[in-house]
Every structure is written in C-alpha cells, then in structure tokens.
C-alpha cells in the first residue's frame, strides 16, 4: 500500500505564494507519474500539473507560467509551487501517484487526502 502525506497549504493573499508537497511512503517498487488536481466546491476536480518519472511536465491551461511543478525521486516527493495566487485558485489540492507495489504488480492510481489552499482578494 502507498500513503500520500501532503502539507503546504493554508491561506494567502492575492498575488501571493504557496508551495506544496506530498510525499510517498509504503511498500513502493516505482512511482510512475506524479500530480496535482484541485477541486472547488460545486465543480469536478480538474488536472492541475503533472509530471513523469522522465521529468516531463504538463499544466493546465489557466496556471501555466503561474505554477511549478517538480519531483525528487529519491525522497518520492512531489512539489507545487503556486505564484501569483488567484482568488479562482482557491480549492482542496490533491497529490496524485501512479506507482507500482511489486515488479510483476499492476500499476495503480493513489490520492492524498488533500490540503486547503485560499486565496483571498
């Protein structure tokens, strides 16, 4: 089993920064990709950043040039750091993982428990 344990966030001003983090514990064999969704109340959760095991990034659309994502495989940590805050930013973050337990095992999606992130205007 894998355990996401996710801290960093809390509340901010407009314009302001926040960085995230969740790192990976468990019986893990290797962590395929890694990421950030955030869900707002009343709206579906939505991709925020991805990132390979390669390093390969990928952002939506209304953070790009805002938001940074990385990872240290050696820690199997994952980082958001969040610049220029919006009040829209404002939503639970959560960590995702995609990794496998085994060599022979079947990869599988993992969720953290999420973290408040506010912004206020």
């Known amino acids: 089993q894998v355990r996401l344990v996710e801290s960093g966030g809390g509340l901010v001003q407009a314009g302001g920064s926040l960085r995230l983090s969740c790192g990976a514990s468990?019986?893990?064999?290797?962590?395929?990709?890694m990421g950030w969704y955030r869900q707002a109340p009343g709206k579906q959760r939505e991709l925020v950043a991805g990132?390979?095991?390669?390093?390969?990034?990928n952002y939506a659309d209304s953070v790009k040039g805002r938001f940074t994502i990385s990872r240290d495989n050696a820690k199997n940590t994952v980082y958001l750091q969040m610049n220029g805050l919006k009040p829209e930013d404002t939503a639970v973050y959560y960590c995702?993982?995609?990794?496998?337990?085994?060599?022979?095992?079947?990869?599988?999606?993992?969720w953290g428990q999420g973290t408040q992130v506010t912004v206020s205007s």
């Open positions: 995702h993982v995609n990794a496998k337990t085994t060599l022979l095992g079947a990869r599988r999606d993992y």
């Open positions: 990132i390979s095991s390669s390093g390969t990034t």
């Open positions: 468990g019986s893990i064999f290797n962590i395929n990709d």
